[in-house]
């Protein structure tokens, strides 16, 4: 299939970037890796008016580990994580899923502000922004503000981001001792089914701070409260997780559709949370297991 028609516009800096977004009389959309939208303008689910190319701005492809956390750059690419070539520190969780997100291809050309933007509610880089507490930075021709990921998704590829809005940066606040990424597809590279993450710190041998979040239920990652409650404090073992899973289970209202009912769902959510927190008590404080 081929796309309506559109003007394109690359963009040599941030601030032509957010001029051309900010015009009224014609509907922009950001072109960044292009892994999501040119098959979105080929299907024509969507009909810019004009393409504005942002993939060869300088300095927005980074990762930087410092004092107060993990700052990535919003055209940072997939595989950039997959072959990051050091430990993380408490945030390897997100090199762990790169190799998880499509097919080699898309990797080498798909950004992780991209798909942020994009609001897959299955995607891994969205799930795992929730997880860990993201902020995500976005510029305008008003000025740049930060909004958290955890209300950053708002439904089916819908976010909170303004039309003349661009990311520019990721920030993952808070290293985390235990995190793990679980996710059932039909086939390798294919967006998930179910995905659970999962993080959480131990302290005196019993569970601080933990974190549920799900893809692949809802339109939207789905973060796990009552679940969480259940683990929070308890000591890190397969009747706690056993436990937390079922509470899982319990909480959320899958949808059906043609690769599962909402059952099966639950079922899958259930085992791939106890799967996660099993592999994420695993893990050693200064890093996290493989993700599978």
């Known amino acids: 299939m081929k796309p309506p028609p559109f003007t394109y516009r690359r963009a040599a800096s941030i601030d032509e970037a957010v001029a051309l977004l900010a015009s009224d009389e014609v509907d922009a959309k950001v072109l960044a890796g292009g892994q999501s939208l040119t098959p979105m303008l080929n299907l024509r689910l969507t009909r810019p008016e004009l393409l504005v190319d942002v993939g060869r701005l300088p300095g927005l492809r980074y990762i930087r580990r410092g004092d107060d956390g993990l700052h990535v750059g919003a055209l940072t690419r997939h595989d950039q994580f997959e072959h990051y ?5 408490g945030f390897d969780v997100l090199r762990e899923a790169a190799p998880l997100i499509g097919h080699h291809p898309i990797r080498t050309r798909g950004t992780i502000g991209g798909s942020l933007a994009h609001g897959d509610g299955s995607a891994e880089w969205c799930i795992l922004a929730v997880l860990l507490d993201a902020t995500i930075t976005a510029v305008s021709g008003r000025g740049s503000r930060i909004i958290e990921a955890d209300g950053f998704f708002e439904g089916l590829f819908t976010t909170t981001l303004e039309p003349d809005e661009l990311i520019v940066d990721i920030h993952f606040p808070r290293p985390r001792q235990h995190a793990a990424l679980e996710e059932f597809a039909r086939r390798h590279g294919d967006f998930a089914v179910v995905a659970a993450a999962v993080a959480f710190d131990v302290e005196h041998e019993r569970v601080t701070d933990p974190r549920i979040v799900l893809g692949g239920v809802a339109t939207t990652p789905v973060r796990c409260r009552a679940a969480e409650a259940v683990l929070d ?6 009747d ?7 509470a899982v289970a319990d909480e959320i209202e899958p949808p059906g559709d ?3 009912p909402p059952e099966v769902r639950r079922r899958m959510a259930d085992r791939l949370v106890r799967r996660a927190l ?3 008590a695993d893990a050693n404080r200064e890093g996290v297991s493989h993700a599978g």
């Open 85 to 89: 070539p050091a430990p993380l520190d």
């Open 233 to 238: 404090g308890e000591s890190p073992t397969d």
């Open 278 to 280: 099993r592999r994420a």
């Open 258 to 260: 043609l690769h599962a």
């Open 240 to 246: 706690a997780f056993e436990a937390a899973g079922r």
